[in-house]
């Protein structure tokens, strides 16, 4: 659709739960997001109200030209519902012959989702999500217990994502994907740090590897492995 | 020293694995048998043939602590402060005794603040650490841990692993997918398809793996 935007509001929002608060103000359009923050810093509490399913104090999440939204947890076994690995790809609306061609669990389709293990639970539930498109994707942690290898293959996956916001929310240090734009939540408070590669100079929960470059004057284009090696390598 | 002889568990199988005193990272793909291997070197399951020794005791009669994936799982009380107390209240530790030691334990994880706190309020990392600390309470001589740093940021990293090596454990073993973590342990194992693939010292190790992803990123980028 020519000249539809498609964006996320997050207008004067506040979350107030027990001891813990959180401002957030800012626009997401379209492209990839990463939302990065400390253990407890409020990362699934925003991702769950962008979501709707936490309630805000003040301020609205107001979605334009956004149709489907899908939010992945962090810990993907809460919400199993087939018996077996294709009747659960099934449910996602994959077809499992497709599904199943290019997956490495194709050995173990008529197993339980609970005979893998938490790993490859994980990978077998992204790779069943994002099988779909949708207008507004929110990942909690989608890397947490992936190995090295499926890690970057579906960071590869991510960073080709052109339509859609997604929001991946993360503290994944080593393997990233390319993001358009980098946020951070620090103090309570939602901060935009803009695009890559300026972005990456105002990030202060960078990874330990990008801030040794900074340190050196090599910024990396983006954030991912291939983006931190050419700067390494940068004379 | 950990001895793995003739190990058999499921279609998980290990017929040589000396593991030496100090930290011990377990690698490998997603099912590739580490948590398996981690289970029974902690005693929650015995092996269907074969033996594991820790010092020459089962792993049944040593005292071990274990940090499961999932922390919240193996929670039992609804306070923080009840369950970092359980272990030694179940051993019947006078309560002052018992006072000093949840006191301790949260002073070294710096987690003084989540004592009073509901553990369904708390964030996966600091339900990661409460378990720690439940962990620890006990000194054990070993302490198990099955990838509790994929709920951890980086600081929050170092500050466990700086209170891991001063925990005065004797063997501290432990899976992750964080190889620059990995790079710093003493020793090294490497599973694939449930079997076991390397062992050696990080040195040893990684320049195997050079073509792969487990190669530290800090590594390959020399820094």
Redesign the interface.
Known sequence: MEGWIVKLVLDHLTIVQ?NFSLAANGEFLEGVHLIS????SGK?TLALTIAGLISAKSGCVSRCGIGSVMLSF??PEYQITGMTLTEECISWGCDPETFFSSSELKEKKDQSPFS?????L??FSLSCLLNKHYDLLLLD?PF?????????KFCQRLSQQKKGITLIFT?E???LPRVDRIWEIMDGVLLDRGTPPDAIRQWC?A???IK??IRQGKIPQNIT?ED??EA??RT | MIEIRNLRYRSLHINYLDIPRGITTVI?????G??TLLRLCAGIAVPDTGTILIDGTPPRQTNIGWLN??PDRNMLFSHVEDEIASTLRFRYLAPEETQQAVQRIANRLGIQNLLPRQVQ??????KVLVALAAALVTEPEIIILD?YD???????CFEIETVLNESGCDYILRCT????SAAESDYMVMLEDEDLMLAGTPPEVFPLLKK???YP??W????
């Open positions: 027990d923050g400390a253990v407890g699934s962090q810990f893998l293990s938490r790993g490859e994980k990978q942690e947490g217990s992936l190995d090295c290898e499926t890690k970057n503290h240090q080593a393997i929960g990874p330990a590897l040794k470059l492995c931190v090696m390494a390598c | 490998g793909r997603n099912g590739s580490k948590t994936e999932f309020s708390l964030s996966g990392g600091e990838e994929s709920h951890l940021d980086q600081t929050r997918q964080q190889m620059e792969t992803l487990f990123l800090s390959r980028a020399g820094l």
